[in-house]
């Protein structure tokens, strides 16, 4: 795992995805199944790259919105209130951020490295609408899905390859579209020297850790649990893509639908919360607060099935230890030796078998336990500007600056 550090968040990343949990981590194919969703690449002869295309010019004039502050501006971002509920990897969103650099951001709090994580990419890039008056970042809600639109943007490092139009749908069901219209040049040859260059999605759950030395103090770590990388080679002109979310645990509102769920995750109920959970989603805070890794499962069943949730504790279910039948009086140092020997031998491999388990599986339980309670001495590599994950500010800053992020009005 790797850990950047910019006052007062830390953005940590489970850098063993790649060969630990390739399931977590996969390349586009046609109907790609990616966990949380599976998609579906559309190439420029399919008539259904077509279709996904929403042509903005024939949609409603009062409800198309070109943003005057991203058209003209570079690394900025802007928030958007959506009229329905989007589903994101199962939790419902309201509220999501545009940004200049062909992205959105979906988090809770809008900070300067939104280019880390929590995001919906149909192509992240270094792009500046500021170079060019035929530059816009459009947006149109109807009602059932918001389509963002980079038109004719630009790279700040490279204005000489031509302009890019693509854009992003996100649907009310969960469906998220990227569709392209104008990529002039390979993803592959677009540099990423001063900014990522991504097509994916991403998600994250923030952990809140106290700061002994400092009273009063919190810090928040952001660890990204989910990450789907799209194959750049499928992304150019008149292609598409389509997500189609898959079934989460959150879904789930009763104990019964959800220790009974049959879907890619095993889902555990926790009475305190009230709240179906694999324990990897941004209520993890919540999930580890209340103690629910630690109840136990039991399924009550008389006139009706019902579901309570418990402390092993307070169960009694707790095993009692099996007192040892042999009653050797006497037995010679040479064979306490060797137990003692074969004990020892026997902690050491297990020690080592658990940190293998733990470097090899991050988002196992026993790795987040050892992750979440790390020293808070270790050091964190800190973002730098041009070290490849850029700062972007929120435009309008009318508010004032808050815990190192500028706060401001809405749009």
Excluded at 2 to 19: A, E, R, V, Y
Excluded at 33 to 50: E, L, V
């Amino acid at each position: 795992m790797q850990c950047k550090s910019i006052d007062p968040f830390q953005i940590c990343f489970f850098t063993s995805f790649h060969l630990a949990v390739p399931t977590f981590l996969v390349l586009l194919q046609e109907d790609t199944d990616h966990n949380y969703y599976t998609s579906k690449a559309y190439g420029p002869t399919d008539p259904m790259s077509q279709d996904l295309w929403v042509n903005i010019d024939q949609m409603d004039k009062e409800k198309v919105k070109i943003h005057g502050i991203l058209s003209n501006t570079h690394r900025q971002a802007a928030r958007v209130n959506l009229s329905f509920d989007f589903p994101f990897y199962g939790h419902l969103l309201r509220e999501i951020t545009v940004a200049t650099g062909g992205f959105i951001y979906t988090g809770d709090v809008v900070h300067r490295m939104l280019t880390a994580t929590q995001f919906i990419a149909p192509l992240m890039a270094n792009f500046d609408p500021s170079v060019s008056r035929n530059s816009t970042v459009i947006y149109f809600d109807n009602g059932t899905a918001l389509v963002v639109q980079w038109d004719h943007v630009h790279l700040q490092d490279s204005f000489h390859l031509g302009s890019f139009t693509f854009q992003a749908t996100l649907h009310n069901d969960g469906r998220i579209v990227f569709a392209y219209k104008e990529i002039p040049i390979p993803i592959s040859q677009i540099s990423s020297v001063n900014h990522p260059v991504k097509v994916g999605l991403s998600d994250a759950f923030v952990v809140v850790h106290r700061i002994q030395q400092i009273p009063n103090v919190r810090r928040r770590t952001i660890y990204e649990y989910h990450r789907v990388d799209l194959l750049k080679s499928r992304i150019i002109s008149s292609s598409a893509v389509e997500m189609l979310p898959l079934p989460t645990c959150l879904q789930f509102t009763s104990c019964s639908s959800c220790i009974s769920s049959q879907i890619n995750f095993n889902c555990s109920w926790c009475q305190r919360l009230g709240r179906c959970s694999s324990g990897f989603d941004r209520h993890r805070q919540d999930w580890v607060d209340n103690s629910c890794p630690d109840e136990v499962r039991v399924l009550v069943c008389g006139s009706g099935c019902s579901c309570l949730m418990m402390n092993a504790s307070i169960c009694g279910l707790v095993a009692s230890p099996v007192e040892s039948t042999s009653n050797k009086n006497s037995s010679s140092l040479h064979t306490g030796l060797i137990l003692g020997v074969l004990m020892l031998m026997l902690i050491m491999a297990a020690v080592v078998l658990v940190t293998l388990y733990i470097y090899h599986h991050p988002i196992s339980t026993a790795g987040l336990f050892f992750i979440e309670r790390r020293p808070r001495r270790w050091p964190a590599m800190k973002f730098r500007r041009g070290s490849g994950h850029p700062a972007y500010a929120e435009v309008e800053p009318i508010g004032q600056e808050k815990e190192g992020f500028i706060e401001s009005e809405q749009c």
